[in-house]
């Protein structure tokens, strides 16, 4: 069965660098998404990406966050100047329609 | 208005037994409600799914029930099993359009005792 890849699965890193997490999405799919969730809480809407470019984003995707699709293949979330409060696991999915698979996860520590 | 409210937060079920996770939104444009079942470590796991045409829907030993006049539906797991102890999410979205974005429910943590 086709699996959503993410890498590296565990990420440490001093606050104010930045950090890239990376997904290979299914091959076919059309739409790409990057959820976090932060320990026992639940999965929150980061950003969705469409036809190659972010059709919607949540208030939590702020300017330090950008999202790329830069080879057709992978799909990056780049995080510019880390913070606390970004440590969370970092979802990437991918799908068409409603229907998405999620890879297992970044799970991301600020330090 | 896209909350979608989850209850209960945990629940413990013995071996055999039925586990009922309830929730509710208020978002009436919503037409997509799918269960995730994430074990730890691990991502969500599309376990069932719905749309507000029916009002249940059966696979295996899970069940969805909807109530579109109440905004609310639910997941039954029918003789449940040590190895359904997982977190459960329920989810809300809205077919078509750029987006088809999802929002979670805060999640059940269900305990099933053997």
């Known amino acids: 069965e086709p699996e959503v890849t993410q890498t590296p699965s565990h990420q440490v890193t001093q606050m104010g660098q930045e950090v890239i997490l990376r997904c290979v999405p299914i091959?076919?799919?059309?739409?790409f998404y990057w959820y976090r969730q932060i320990l026992g809480q639940k999965v929150e809407f980061l950003v969705s990406?469409?036809?190659?470019?972010?059709?919607?984003k949540s208030e939590i995707f702020d300017d330090q966050f950008s999202v790329e699709r830069p080879d057709g293949s992978n799909f990056t979330l780049k995080i510019r100047s880390t913070k606390l409060e970004d440590s969370a696991m970092y979802f990437c999915?991918?799908?068409?329609?409603?229907?998405?698979?999620f890879g297992s996860g970044t799970r991301l520590t600020v330090v | 208005q896209q909350q979608v409210k989850q209850s209960p937060q945990s629940l413990i079920v013995q071996k055999g037994g039925i586990s009922i996770i309830n929730c509710a939104y208020e978002n009436t444009a919503f037409d997509y409600f799918p269960w995730y079942q994430q074990f730890p470590g691990k991502g969500p796991a599309l376990l069932i799914a719905?749309?507000?045409?029916?009002s249940e829907k059966k696979e295996g030993r899970f069940t969805i029930s909807f109530n579109k006049s109440a905004k609310q539906f639910s997941l039954h797991i029918m003789d449940s099993q040590p190895g359904d102890s997982a977190t459960y999410f329920c989810?809300?979205?809205?077919?078509?359009?750029?987006?088809?974005?999802?929002?979670f429910g805060t999640g059940t943590l269900l305990a099933v005792q053997p």
């Open positions: 719905i749309r507000p045409d029916v």
């Open positions: 091959s076919n799919h059309l739409y």
């Open positions: 990406f469409y036809n190659n470019e972010i059709s919607e």
């Open positions: 989810a809300a979205s809205k077919q078509g359009g750029a987006t088809n974005k999802l929002i």
């Open positions: 999915a991918s799908g068409w329609d409603v229907w998405r698979t």
